[in-house]
């Protein structure tokens, strides 16, 4: 039977970074994958260059990126671990990096370079890696865990579950984490897919269907007025719905019945710029509501109305009234989502009033759970991957201290 201080089961950017930590601080660690790559999503991250964390993210407010069911657990890990800890992790092994939009932070060369970091970190912390192995089984006994492995039987001292979310299967993602969740009682928020475009069905959306690969900036919110959201982002349509940045971040707040609210020029007093229009253009409404949205919109727009579809200088001001507000205001039910198989990430997960957000270990002595797993989800542009180094840095340190404390 092999020995460990601790094992830790999934590759992915939570495990990598806390075993390497946990090596690094003198524990005997394992790390097992049932994969053959480590860190695929790291490796596909920000189009193969890994928009790896964010300058904007404050530990002191964290529930202004994060969301679940209490998005105030995560204030601990990620105002000990921030993104300067982890940029300057970066700097040390001489990555070149830049900033983006909203302070989005990206590699300048390609995604392995990080996958590369965090083998370095790894092997610095002499971790054992098993790859590809599966765990047929764990059990908890006197204080201590065995696990059942492709590669024989495991005796350590504390389990550490960094296996993901159900989104994007076809890199290796699995139900294992939850699984092991309920194994020892502990709840689970149920999984949905976050991050994710939204899908229409149905003639109301025929209009727009025709519109794939139309791109803008707009104003995005659930429509809500108690603790209303709203993001500032750039939209796309696909021949299924609506996707882009805007889309994928309200998509995490967004449930099966609700609405979707986009204003389609905003900044803009879209009734006033069309009613001084009408004072000195004979110009048809979609030339002129061509110069606030795309052309192609406005055209597909202004056909919904035979009243919108004349003379500017001959429409009445209560038609160029109900075109702008629908505009500022388009009311949209999305019939879903294209699921995990396109979702960056998976909200729900371990409930955390199963874990301890300190150390990030669960009411089953010994067994952690840290990253996706997690029922806390961030935002678009590198919060996710923020989460995964302060969750798996927590729970290193706290491993460490419960080796100090067991000896």
């Known amino acids: 039977m092999h020995s460990f201080d601790v094992t830790i089961i999934g590759a992915g950017a939570a495990g990598l970074f806390c075993a390497g930590v946990a090596g690094q601080l003198g524990l005997r660690?394992?790390?097992?994958?049932?994969?053959?790559?480590?860190?695929?999503?790291v490796r596909i991250a920000g189009g193969g260059r890994c928009n790896f964390t964010n300058r904007?993210?404050?530990?002191?407010?964290p529930q202004k990126h994060f969301l679940g069911e209490n998005p105030n657990f995560c204030r601990s890990a990620l105002s000990r671990y921030t993104p300067q800890d982890f940029i300057a992790l970066v700097q040390r092994h001489g990555i070149p990096f830049h900033e983006k939009h909203k302070s989005q932070l990206f590699g300048d060369r390609s995604s392995e370079d990080f996958i590369r970091m965090l083998l370095a970190e790894c092997e610095a912390g002499h971790v054992t890696r098993w790859q590809p192995c599966a765990v047929r089984a764990v059990h908890a006994m006197n204080g201590a865990y065995t696990l059942e492995t492709d590669r024989g039987e495991v005796k350590a001292g504390a389990v550490v579950i960094a296996t993901g979310g159900l989104s994007i299967p076809k890199i290796g993602a699995t139900d294992f984490g939850y699984r092991m969740a309920r194994q020892f009682g502990l709840?689970?928020?149920?999984?949905?897919?976050?991050?994710?475009?939204?899908?229409?069905?149905?003639?109301?959306?025929?209009p727009y269907s025709q519109l794939a690969g139309l791109s803008l900036p707009v104003a995005i919110d659930t429509g809500e007025k108690k603790n209303k959201i709203v993001f500032h982002e750039d939209l796309l349509f696909t021949h299924k719905g609506l996707s882009g940045p805007?889309?994928?971040q309200i998509s995490s707040y967004w449930r099966p019945?609700?609405?979707i609210v986009i204003d389609l020029a905003p900044g803009v007093n879209l009734y006033e710029q069309l009613r001084q229009a009408k004072a000195v253009s004979r110009k048809l409404i979609a030339n002129e509501l061509a110069a606030f949205v795309p052309s192609r919109l406005a055209d597909a727009w202004v056909r919904q109305d035979a009243a919108w579809q004349r003379p500017i200088n001959e429409t009445t001001d209560k038609a160029l009234a109900a075109l702008a507000l629908r505009l500022s205001r388009w009311e949209l039910h999305p019939s879903g989502t294209e699921g995990m198989r396109k979702a960056e990430v998976t909200a729900g997960g371990v409930d955390t009033r199963e874990l301890s957000s300190q150390t990030m270990e669960s009411r089953q002595s010994g067994l952690?759970?840290?990253g996706e797993v997690v029922d806390v989800t961030g935002w678009l542009g590198g919060y996710n991957f923020q989460w995964a180094w302060a969750s798996g840095h927590a729970c290193a340190q706290a491993l460490a201290g419960r080796r100090?404390?067991?000896?």
């Open 246 to 248: 805007a889309v994928l």
């Open 404 to 407: 100090i404390t067991h000896q």
């Open 187 to 206: 709840r689970i928020v149920d999984p949905r897919a976050a991050l994710v475009p939204l899908t229409f069905e149905g003639e109301s959306w025929a």
């Open 368 to 370: 952690y759970f840290i």
């Open 56 to 61: 904007e993210l404050d530990p002191r407010a």
């Open 29 to 41: 660690v394992l790390l097992i994958d049932h994969s053959e790559k480590v860190a695929e999503k």
């Open 257 to 259: 019945g609700q609405a």
